[in-house]
């Protein structure tokens, strides 16, 4: 069974900083690409910011410069250092880990989810 587990959220003002990790636990096979997504309200949830096993990153345009993702292969735990927080930036945060493997010819995925961490930026 595997279970990720997010910590980090909170209440922060306008321009302050959280810090959100998730550790990922059980039989998950081989981790391509660890992740955080967030899903405000009435809306879809959308990717923050990825780290690929090699170690690149990609973010959304809106956090890029102020959000910073990094991984411990060692633990399975991918971190996500938010800085300059914006009222917009409000949402529950999942964090997404990605399995991939082939079998029969076929290059499989499977996601795993955490619960979800609310991170509410206001004043």
């Known amino acids: 069974q595997v279970q990720l587990v997010e910590s980090g959220g909170g209440l922060v003002q306008p321009g302050g900083s959280l810090r959100l990790s998730c550790a990922a636990s059980g039989t998950i096979g081989s981790i391509n690409d660890m992740g955080w997504y967030r899903q405000a309200p009435g809306k879809q949830r959308d990717l923050v910011a990825r780290i690929i096993s090699g170690g690149s990153t990609n973010y959304t345009n809106s956090v890029k410069g102020r959000f910073t993702i990094s991984r411990d292969n060692a633990k399975n735990t991918v971190y996500l250092q938010m800085n300059s927080l914006k009222p917009e930036d409000t949402a529950v945060y999942y964090c997404?880990?990605?399995?991939?493997?082939?079998?029969?010819?076929?290059?499989?995925?499977?996601?795993?989810w955490g619960q979800g961490t609310q991170v509410t930026v206001s004043s």
């Open positions: 997404n880990v990605g399995s991939t493997w082939y079998s029969g010819g076929y290059h499989l995925r499977r996601d795993y």
